[in-house]
C-alpha cells in the first residue's frame, strides 16, 4: 500500500508565496509520474502541475509561470511552489501517484485572501 501525506497548506494573501509538500511512503513512486491535484468548493478536482519519471513538467495554463513542481528523490517529497497566489488558487490540494493516479493523499488546504 502506497501512503502519500501532504502538508504546508495555510493561508496567505494575495501577491504571496507557498510551498506544499507530499511525502510518499515508496520511492520507486518517488521516481515515477507524479501529479498536484486541486478541488475548490463546488467545483470539480482539477490537475495542476505534473512532472514526469524523466523529470519533465507540465502545468495547467492557470498556474504557469506561477507554480514549480519538483521533486527530492532521496526524500521521497514532491513539492510544489506557488508564487503570485490569487484568490482563485484557493482549493484543496492533493498529491497523486503514478499517471495517471491510483493513490491519492489527504489533501492541504490552501486559502488565498484578497
Known amino acids: 500500500q502506497v501512503q502519500l501525506a501532504e502538508s504546508g497548506g495555510g493561508s496567505v494573501q494575495a501577491g504571496g508565496a507557498l510551498k506544499i509538500s507530499c511525502l510518499i511512503s515508496?520511492?520507486?513512486?518517488?521516481?515515477?509520474?507524479m501529479s498536484w491535484f486541486r478541488q475548490a468548493p463546488g467545483k470539480e478536482r482539477e490537475p495542476v502541475a505534473t512532472?514526469?519519471?524523466?523529470?519533465?513538467?507540465i502545468y495547467a495554463d492557470s498556474v504557469k509561470g506561477r507554480f514549480t513542481i519538483s521533486r527530492d528523490k532521496i526524500e521521497n517529497t514532491l513539492y510544489l511552489q506557488m508564487h503570485s497566489l490569487k484568490p482563485e488558487d484557493t482549493a484543496m490540494y492533493y498529491c497523486?501517484?503514478?499517471?495517471?493516479?491510483?493513490?491519492w493523499g489527504q489533501g492541504t488546504q490552501v486559502t488565498v485572501s484578497a
Open positions: 497523486a501517484a503514478p499517471c495517471p493516479p491510483n493513490y
Open positions: 515508496k520511492d520507486t513512486y518517488s521516481r515515477a509520474c
Open positions: 512532472i514526469n519519471g524523466d523529470d519533465s513538467t
